[in-house]
């Protein structure tokens, strides 16, 4: 990883320690920083494929969720808003202005592609948005989604519902790249094929 982008890095990270010196403790944030790290493997993974700007795809990744690493729940908002606290500290590392506008906008447009300020879709902001669903939809957060609870039953109602969602997406046209695309189909089939097997062998749990 270049220079550059372990600075981008050490941003993130001094942002999450911060709130954390400030009394903020959150077990999300483990779990949200290995979830950038996946999604600028991802994620330069897919520009490379796609011959888009490496390094502008793995630099919005590592921004990507900054905002998540502050005491305050931004919601859907959150992608704007960690733009609004990357451009800043972009500015002060000297990069093209095309270059950061780009990576400000893959930031900002990743979670609904709006952005707050004016900028064209790049291939870049695409993969970023890609990459951040295809973690999404891995099975690391199949782990999470069901390893704190014991009422099984509820658990089964969310996995058929779940199911729904996932056939919806498995039918395409939610992804910005073909690769992305492709990755995207391997982790909604393994959480199918998974969530299938779960209800099947959820009826056989009839008590005697
Ligand atoms: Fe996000
Ligand atoms: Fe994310």
């Known amino acids: 990883m270049s ?3 372990k600075k981008i890095a ?5 942002r ?10 959150s077990p999300g944030f483990d779990y949200r920083w290995k979830h950038t790290l996946r999604v600028v493997q991802y994620g330069k993974r897919l520009a490379e494929t796609e011959g888009a700007d490496v390094e502008v795809v793995m630099a919005a990744c590592i921004l990507h969720d900054i905002s998540k690493f502050d005491a305050e729940d931004y919601g859907r908002e959150h992608g704007r808003v960690s733009a ?11 990069d093209e202005k095309e270059t950061m506008d780009n990576i ?10 709006k952005a707050d300020f004016e900028h064209p879709v790049t291939v870049e902001s695409k993969i970023v948005s890609d990459a951040d669903n295809i973690d999404r939809f891995g099975p690391y957060r199949l782990l ?4 704190e609870t014991e009422d ?3 658990l089964i109602e969310q996995a058929s519902n779940r199911l729904l969602t996932l056939k919806k997406y498995r039918e395409g046209g939610i992804m910005g790249t073909k690769s992305g695309e492709e990755l995207f189909n391997r982790q909604l089939d393994l959480q199918i094929t998974f969530l299938e097997r779960l ?5 056989l749990t009839v008590e005697i």
Do not use: C, M, W
């Not at 050490?10 to 001094?14: P, Q, T």
């Not at 999450?16 to 403790?25: C, N, Q, S, V, W």
């Not at 209800?199 to 009826?203: A, F, G, K």
């Open 3 to 5: 220079e550059r982008l």
């Open 16 to 25: 999450r320690a911060a709130t954390e010196a400030a009394g903020h403790i």
């Open 104 to 113: 400000l906008y893959s930031i900002a447009a990743h979670v609904d592609d």
């Open 84 to 94: 609004r606290i990357a451009r800043p500290f972009l500015e002060r590392q000297g």
């Open 10 to 14: 050490e941003f993130v990270k001094a």
């Open 152 to 154: 099984y039953e509820k």
């Open 144 to 147: 999470l989604l069901f390893n």
């Open 199 to 203: 209800t099947e062998d959820s009826r």
